[in-house]
């Protein structure tokens, strides 16, 4: 059956005209952001898109679901809480909003006073940087457990709050959600402020020199310490 027409379009045959006729408005960008962490319901959403009006929400919503990019389905009992999540159109979208995210880094100054924060909002550049200097694994920083930071999860805790990254098989970063990973056994927990983390996101830090230098901190058995230099010197730098 065919999509019912859009309410406006660029009229143009342009693949990138075609991709902003389903993606250029206001907050759809921001939308697919936040569904790129993982399933939202809707009062989540709301809450960390500070600014979205609720009719505005809920028509880029519909929008999304229209055009292919997300789906709305309900949770299993006892939960019976819909959520929207990513269509497998919709996160093919990561690597251009982790583009736009890297671009937009170095626009990253001091926050204005009217900015909102959110601590996941860091994890895109960061994941972009480590994914971008091919390192394989978090090498050398160890988790509560004390064992190493290969395959699995890493906490990144902020003072604005907590998100995680997801590594592969080999180590290598592939993916993040928002709050702290939910897995059970040995989780690698890596504490800093935002300032390091957008100077890692930029480049102008490496993660073993963060470490090194205290500025990422590992906490080992809930008590905060920085990692071993010859463990740091074990990350690939950038």
Not at 138 to 164: I, M, Q, Y
Not at 188 to 193: G, K, N
């Amino acid at each position: 059956m065919p999509r019912p027409p859009r309410r406006r379009s660029y009229d143009q045959y342009c693949a990138v005209a075609r991709a902003l006729d389903s993606v250029g408005d206001r907050w759809t960008l921001l939308i697919v952001r936040e569904l790129l962490a993982g399933p939202r319901r809707y009062t989540d959403l709301h809450a960390d898109l500070p600014g979205v009006s609720t009719d505005v929400l809920a028509s880029r919503l519909k929008d999304m679901e229209r055009d292919g990019l997300a789906a709305r389905r309900r949770l299993p009992a006892p939960v019976s809480a819909y959520v929207y999540e990513l269509t497998e159109r919709g996160r093919a979208l990561h690597p251009v909003v982790a583009a736009l995210a890297e671009w937009g880094t170095p626009e990253l100054a001091a926050p204005r006073p009217t900015d909102a924060v959110r601590a996941h909002w860091f994890a895109l550049p960061l994941l972009r940087r480590l994914q971008a200097t091919g390192m394989p694994q978090l090498s050398g920083v160890t988790g509560a457990s004390g064992a190493p930071g290969g395959a699995g999860l890493v906490d990144v805790r902020l003072p604005e709050g907590e998100f995680h990254l997801r590594l592969g098989p080999d180590g290598s970063v592939c993916g993040y959600g928002d709050g702290p990973a939910s897995a059970q056994g040995a989780v690698t927990r890596l504490e800093l402020d935002a300032d390091t983390c957008l100077a890692i996101s930029r480049g102008d830090l490496t993660v073993e020199d963060a470490v090194r230098d205290g500025r990422v901190r590992v906490p080992v058995d809930g008590t905060p310490v920085a990692a071993p230099r010859d463990a740091a010197a074990g990350v690939p730098s950038a």
